[in-house]
C-alpha cells in the first residue's frame, strides 16, 4: 500500500484521515477524489496543496469513467472510500442523492478495484447500519444490519456490495462501522457543530425530541487512527467497529457544550423529533481492541478540543452559514420550532 485514493477527502473525516496519513508516512502519495458537494471544502487541505505527496482531483464517484483514469493516472493501489452523502436529515428531506452517491457510487469504486486488480479496498461506514439498539445491548459485528433512515439504509447497501465483491470476486476488503466523529472541520449541520456555532451565536440550540437519545461520540482523530490500524493489520473480508463504547445522551452533550462556552442553559429549544429517530446506538469495540487499538480522547477531552477549534476558526465556518446553508436550515428547522 503506497499510493491511496482517498474519495471524500475534502470532507470532514476524510480531510482528517488525510492529514494523519501525511504526518504519519513520509512515503505514500494521497490523492483526494472528490465532487465538492456542499460538504466538501478544498481548504480542508490547503496545507498539503503544495505537497508532492499530495493531488486533489475533483470528481464523482459514480462518474466511473473519471475514477478509472484518476486510479491509472495515479498509479493507485489502494481505495479508502470516504465520499457519501453523510446527514441523515437531509437524507429524509431527499433520499435521492443519497441512494444515487452512497450505493452507486460505491458500486462503481468496486468496479474499478475488481477491473483493475487493486490490492485493497476499504469502506468507510456506520454504526448507524445495526438500527436503534435498546439498553444494555451492545453491537457486534455478526448482528444483523436493521437500517432505519435512508441514510443507513444506503450504507448498509455499500456495505452488502462490498461483501458481494469480496465473496464473489475475491476483492481484498476491509470495513470500519464508526461511531459519531467530532473534531475540526465538521460541517455545522451536525448537531455538535450546529449547537456549537449556534451558541456561540446565542441562537437556540433545536434539540431533537426529549434530547434522551444515546450516542457514542469520538474524536475523529481516533477513528483516523482506527482505520490505518485496520488497513495495516485487519482481515480481508471483515468489520471492524470503531468508537469509545462511552454513552452520552444528546441533552447532556449539549449542557456540556453551553458550560464549556460559559452559555446559558435557556438557549436549548426542544423541537419537533426526526421521523424514525434511532434511540441508540452503542457499539461493542473488542474486535478492534484486539488488533491493538484503544481511543485517545475521553468523551470530555474530544468535546472541549472539538469546541475550542470552532471558536479559534470562526473564519472557517462563518461564511459556511450562509447560502445554500440557510436554506436548508429553514426547511429543516422552521416547523419544528
Ligand atoms: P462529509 O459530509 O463531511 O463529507 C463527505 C465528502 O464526500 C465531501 O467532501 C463531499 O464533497 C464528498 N462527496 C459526496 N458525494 C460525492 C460523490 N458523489 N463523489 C465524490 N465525492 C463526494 O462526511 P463525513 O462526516 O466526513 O463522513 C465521511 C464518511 O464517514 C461517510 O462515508 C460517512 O457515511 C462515514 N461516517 C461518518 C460518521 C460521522 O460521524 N460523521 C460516522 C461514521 C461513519
Ligand atoms: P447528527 O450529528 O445529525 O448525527 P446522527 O444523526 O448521524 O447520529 O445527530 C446527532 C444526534 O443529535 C442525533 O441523535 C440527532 C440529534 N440532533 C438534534 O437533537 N438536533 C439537531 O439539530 C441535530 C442536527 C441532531
Excluded at 37 to 54: H, I, K, Q, S, V
Excluded at 95 to 104: E, G, L
Excluded at 222 to 227: F, P, R, S, Y
Amino acid at each position: 500500500m503506497r499510493n491511496l485514493l482517498i474519495t471524500g477527502g475534502a470532507g470532514f473525516i476524510g480531510a482528517n484521515f488525510v492529514h494523519h496519513m501525511l504526518e504519519r508516512y513520509t512515503d505514500y502519495q494521497i490523492v483526494v477524489f472528490d465532487k465538492l458537494t456542499y460538504a466538501g471544502r478544498r481548504e480542508n487541505l490547503a496545507r498539503w496543496e503544495e505537497d508532492p505527496r499530495f493531488t486533489f482531483v475533483q470528481g464523482d464517484i459514480c462518474d466511473m469513467a473519471a475514477v478509472r483514469a484518476a486510479v491509472k493516472a495515479h498509479a493507485i493501489d489502494t481505495i479508502v472510500n470516504f465520499a457519501a452523502e453523510t446527514h441523515v436529515d437531509r437524507s429524509i428531506l431527499a433520499p435521492d442523492a443519497v441512494i444515487t452517491t452512497n450505493v452507486n457510487g460505491t458500486w462503481t469504486l468496486l468496479e474499478v478495484a475488481r477491473s483493475m486488480q487493486l490490492e485493497r479496498f476499504h469502506q468507510i461506514s456506520t454504526d448507524e447500519v445495526y438500527g436503534a439498539i435498546p439498553a444494555p445491548q451492545r453491537s457486534r459485528e455478526g448482528d444483523p444490519l436493521e437500517p432505519r433512515s435512508p441514510y443507513s439504509a444506503s450504507k448498509a447497501g455499500a456495505e452488502h456490495l462490498v461483501y458481494a465483491y469480496f465473496i464473489t470476486y475475491g476483492l481484498p476488503v476491509t470495513v470500519t462501522r464508526g461511531s459519531n466523529n467530532i473534531g475540526p472541520f465538521h460541517y455545522p449541520e451536525k448537531a455538535v457543530p450546529l449547537f456549537t456555532t449556534n451558541a456561540l451565536d446565542n441562537q437556540p440550540l433545536p434539540v431533537y425530541g426529549d434530547g434522551l437519545q444515546v450516542r457514542d461520540y469520538q474524536f475523529v482523530r481516533d477513528h483516523c487512527e482506527a482505520i490505518d490500524l485496520v488497513l495495516q493489520k485487519g482481515q480481508l473480508g471483515e468489520i471492524y467497529n470503531v468508537g469509545t463504547e462511552v454513552e452520552t445522551a444528546n441533552i447532556d452533550m449539549a449542557h456540556k457544550i453551553l458550560d464549556i462556552l460559559d452559555k446559558p442553559y435557556s438557549l436549548i429549544t426542544h423541537v419537533a423529533d426526526r421521523a424514525g429517530h434511532d434511540r441508540r446506538y452503542a457499539l461493542d469495540c473488542s474486535k478492534l481492541r484486539a488488533l491493538g487499538w484503544r481511543s485517545r480522547h475521553t468523551f470530555d477531552a474530544a468535546l472541549e478540543q472539538t469546541v475550542r477549534w470552532f471558536v479559534e476558526h470562526e473564519a472557517w465556518w462563518r461564511p459556511i452559514k450562509s447560502g445554500e446553508y440557510l436554506e436548508y436550515y429553514k426547511r429543516q428547522y422552521h416547523d419544528r420550532t
